[in-house]
């Protein structure tokens, strides 16, 4: 209910017109509401000559200081009093103690101020004692009232800059002060709200249940969040309602406790965070679909990829018979069993023994890779002695070194006995070797070794060249299938490219791992490891 009786009207102003005190009454703009007949008779003027008008002290100063002090804030301090020299009716200065207290309508709205006035006997001293010792009290009084003005202005200032609402509410629940936010959020004027239950900015479901509570945070009246937990809304004089954010102090006003709560609208942060949650959902479900459409992709892969190696595998199988017929056949034209070949025949002959070996190798190449890609290369395991295996394997390349004038070497401290497929590891060695002295340049060297590996129960065995060596951006790649770097030292690409991925995986089939160091110019190293029989040595 907003308040509807006019202040002239006041039963309050009808009590104390009749009352035996000298009483003034200012509107909040500090003009004369009463002036009674004990007023009358103490100062000489009429009220009907100050109705309406400012207060008419002795001087301007003094109405500054009397209207400051009518307006401050004083449902926080109650009554306050202070002294101030006025003229009574015969024109003597006379003292006069004034008690101001705030004038309340009947719902709690400020109207103004009273102004009880009480002269104040002079002591039985001399003039000019009094007027010094009242001079004294008067800078005191002074000095006071500044102080309270400052620091009621400082705190007036602070409350309106404030960007959140805030509000005071007496124990019975009503709405004492507001600032400035608080208009401007809830869409109600300051009039309308002073004297207002709390409860007219809390949405009508939740009105029962706050006053409850309102009622219960007396019992253990603390500094903290309202509601934790919880997601409160306020409700505007339009009725739309928002999220909030509030937090309660309790503050002791000169003996009687009130809440300060302060309420801050939330709905850009609930935005934000519902945006943010909307976002994560929308990212979890396509990060779900690209999973699956991943998982998907992976399986058409993996199944394309098994069928391709075993395309792979019956192809080679099929293309072998009859390259065999082909490179069995130019071997016998070139052996001139059949009558001879003159130049230009034999030089053909050679070229399709020649391709037709390279294609044989490739073959056998792709149908090794298919067969270990599609899982059924098995290791045929058996415990052989290394050295031996090496020295085979560099008496069947050693022609190609001599050819080249490379120096083969091989340096094995000790036997180290394999537990190995023997052909696979034949194959590994050799392809490195034959790799070694396909890209070492005339006269370099080629140096096979065996030691220990750092890895227990497996020995290492390296092949070192002093040929081309390998770009360093080329290191891992020459691992991947038909890749080559470049040309051999005779300026062609010769091989498959298949070498090296054949190689890793017979090495790694093994549970061994293969690593390369090289550099362009200054050779390439191959090392591998291969498991040792539990014996160990020979
Ligand atoms: P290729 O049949 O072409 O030799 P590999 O798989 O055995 O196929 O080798 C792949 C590539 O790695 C080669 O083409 C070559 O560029 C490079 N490469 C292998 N070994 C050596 C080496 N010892 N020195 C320099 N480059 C090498």
Known sequence: MMPTTSPLFDPVLTAFAACPTPVIATDCQGRVRLWNRAATELLGQQEREVLGQSLPTPSEAQRQELDLNCTADLQDVGAHDFLQHWKNKTGDTIRIRIRVTPWFGPTMVRRG????????????????????????????????????????????????????????????????????????????????????????????????????????????????????????????????????????????????????????????????????????????????????????????????DRLKSEFLASMSHELRTPIHTIIGFSQLLMEEIQGPLNEKQQRFVNHIHHDSQHLLELINDILDLSKIESGSLELQRETFPALAEMRNILEGIQQTAESKSIDLKLTAPEDYVLHADIRRFREVLLNLLSNALKFTPRGGSVAVSMSPASEPGFCRFAVRDTGVGIAPEQLDAIFDKFYQVGSTTKGVREGTGLGLAITKHIVELHGGQIRVDSSPGSGSCFSFTMPLDSGGRW
Request: avoid cysteine; glycine fraction near 6%; charge should be negative.
């Open 113 to 304: 101020a009273f102004l009880m006035l009480t002269p104040v006997p002079a002591p039985g001293l001399s003039d000019a004692t009094v007027l010094d010792a009242e001079r004294t009290g008067l800078i005191e009084e002074l000095d006071r009232a500044r102080k309270q003005a400052y620091e009621a202005q400082r705190f007036r200032v602070l409350l309106e800059a404030a960007p959140d609402a805030i509000v005071k509410v007496d124990p019975h629940g009503h709405i004492v002060l507001m600032n400035r936010a608080t208009e401007t959020l809830f869409g109600y004027t300051r009039e309308e709200l002073l004297g207002q239950p709390v409860e007219i900015l809390v949405p009508a479901t939740s009105r029962g249940a706050h006053i409850g509570q309102r009622t219960g945070y007396w019992k253990n009246p603390q500094t903290r969040p309202m509601g934790r937990g919880l997601t409160l809304s306020a409700v505007r004089k339009d009725g739309t309602e928002f999220p909030v954010e509030i937090s309660l102090s309790p503050v002791d006003a000169g003996g009687e406790m009130r809440v300060i709560a302060i309420i801050r609208d939330v709905t850009e942060r609930r935005r934000i965070e519902q945006e943010m949650r909307a976002m994560e959902d929308r990212f979890n479900r396509e990060l779900k679909d690209k999973n699956a459409e991943l998982e998907r992709r992976n399986r058409e892969v993996e199944e394309a």
